[in-house]
């Protein structure tokens, strides 16, 4: 990440793409839940850009903390250091504050005290939002479990994270959501969680003020990842074969995109301007020129504004 003293005195022209460089050789990053889905692209792209990344997570080999899930965080690792970088998979529970002050040592330690970016990408809810139920008949059980892995892991993370960047003297820290908008998500738990990631980033940035330090969310649009992909009965390279079981896969991104959007704000000498504030992968495309991994630029939020359009027909006239 650029020094705040490189800052341009003027930002750039309207209408023209910014393109920071890319690399980010030598810099220290943490992706908290990195064992697949956005956390892995984000990893794996940040290795492609020179990174050494710590790929936190409760997946490991032979101790998978999903059932039918079989990636790993040393998998994720492997990736990140064929790509250029350097991984580094340990084993973390983000709601378990012990485990993440442990985390935190050990960066201190072996990097000296430079940590640079911070990725928040903790979920593990999939199994406990319960689409389609009303909150006063959702499981208590299940409700409190996904906030307290989705919401207290973020904030129990950010709190001995941050301090090793402001002590540094800058640092980026990023926290993943679904969605920029205040739009219901179509579930209680799940909406309540995302949402208050998009808060945390906001009073986070209101705390890091004076400090050269910038926190703020960020959300991919609807994601191939792994789980989705099996769910389609589809690959990467087969994925178009699902659109007419959903007409709205047709608007969707790799994991890689996310990743690609995480290096630009990394690599973004005005980053501090973004402070508090949440984006979308399909804001940050055409800001900074990058594509998916297939050439392709999707438009999220466009997309799906149109096919909802599309969906309920003309606008008959009173």
Not at 149 to 161: K, Q, Y
Not at 189 to 196: E, F, P, R, W
Not at 270 to 282: L, N
Not at 295 to 318: C, D, I, K, L, V
Request: charged share 25%; glycine share 12%; aromatic share 8%.
């Amino acid at each position: 990440m650029a020094r705040r003293r490189h800052v341009p005195r003027n930002p750039a022209p309207r209408g023209r793409t910014r393109r920071p460089p890319s690399r980010l050789d030598g810099h220290v990053a943490v992706v908290a839940g990195a064992t697949r889905g956005a956390g892995r692209g984000i990893a794996v792209e940040l290795g492609a850009a020179g990174a050494i990344v710590y790929c936190t997570g409760r997946s490991v080999r032979g101790g998978p903390a999903v059932s039918g899930r079989p990636e790993t965080i040393e998998e994720t690792a492997e990736l990140v250091t064929a790509g250029g970088g350097a991984g580094i998979p340990v084993r973390v529970d983000h709601t378990v504050p012990r485990e993440v002050g442990r985390l935190f040592d050990r960066i201190r330690h072996e990097q000296h005290g430079r940590l640079d970016l911070l990725v928040n990408d903790v979920w593990g809810g999939d199994a406990l939002a319960e689409w389609g139920t009303p909150f006063w008949q959702v499981s208590l059980e299940k409700g409190l479990l996904l906030l307290k892995r989705a919401v207290d892991s973020h904030f129990i993370t950010g709190r001995p994270g941050v301090p090793l960047m402001i002590d540094r003297g800058r640092g980026l820290f990023i926290e993943v959501t679904d969605g920029t908008s205040a739009t219901y998500r179509g579930n209680l738990t799940y909406d309540l969680a995302k949402a208050s990631v998009i808060r945390l980033a906001y009073g986070m940035a209101r705390d890091l003020r004076g400090t050269e330090v910038t926190a703020l969310a960020l959300s991919p649009g609807f994601l191939r990842s792994e789980a989705v992909l099996d769910h389609f009965g589809v690959t990467e390279a087969t994925w178009r074969v699902a659109i007419p079981k959903d007409p709205y896969f047709a608007g969707s991104e790799t994991p890689r995109y996310i990743g690609r959007a995480v290096v630009a704000l990394a690599t973004d000498p005005g980053i501090a301007r973004k402070a508090g504030k949440a984006f979308g992968t399909w804001d940050l495309a055409p800001e900074f020129g990058f594509v998916d991994i297939d050439g392709a630029r999707p438009h999220w939020a466009r997309f799906y504004r149109e096919a909802r359009r599309a969906r309920r027909g003309p606008t008959q006239s009173s």
